[in-house]
């Protein structure tokens, strides 16, 4: 089974289920305000032997035309939950419209244009536990 396979299967399997809510926002003036609230941050088992550590967020950029990276650290599926945007993976640029899916290899940068007055997105990030 594919990585992205076992993903999808962790999170058939319940994975947001006693879900922690945590916010932080970060705005600083030299960048576009980004809000990032935390849904769920913890390991999955799938199976008796395989255990992946998975992360639902919910990422709003406030900026118009201006590229921001949404930090990522696994394997990635993003979401465009509302708004519209264009996204670049290795040096490829795509326009995403509101609900869209698409996946970002682990260790590859998300970044993403607004091109509206804000989008939001959810990341859901998998990597495997050691």
Same mark, same amino acid.
């Given at each position: 089974?594919?990585?992205?396979g076992l993903?999808?299967? &962790?999170l ?6 006693g ?7 970060? &705005? !600083?003036?030299?960048? !576009?305000?980004?809000?990032s ?6 390991? @999955? ?14 990422v709003?950029?406030f &900026?118009?035309?201006?590229t921001t990276?949404? !930090? ?5 599926? &993003?979401?465009?939950?509302?708004g ?10 795509t @326009?995403?419209r509101?609900?869209a899916f698409?996946?970002?290899?682990a260790g590859t940068?998300?970044e @993403?244009?607004?091109?509206g007055?804000?989008a939001?997105?959810?990341? @859901?990030?998998?990597?495997?536990v !050691?």
């Amino acid at each position: 089974m594919r990585l992205s396979g076992l993903f999808f299967a &962790a999170l058939a399997a319940g994975a947001v289920a006693g879900a922690s809510h945590a916010a932080a926002a970060v &705005a !600083p003036s030299a960048r !576009p305000a980004l809000l990032s609230i935390k849904r769920f941050d913890g390991v @999955v088992s799938i199976g008796a032997a395989t255990r992946v550590h998975v992360t639902i967020r919910d990422v709003t950029v406030f &900026a118009q035309r201006v590229t921001t990276t949404i !930090p990522t650290t696994g394997f990635t599926v &993003a979401h465009l939950l509302a708004g519209r945007a264009s996204s670049t993976e290795s040096g490829r640029t795509t @326009v995403r419209r509101s609900g869209a899916f698409w996946s970002v290899k682990a260790g590859t940068p998300l970044e @993403v244009t607004v091109l509206g007055e804000t989008a939001t997105f959810e990341i @859901v990030e998998s990597r495997p536990v !050691p």
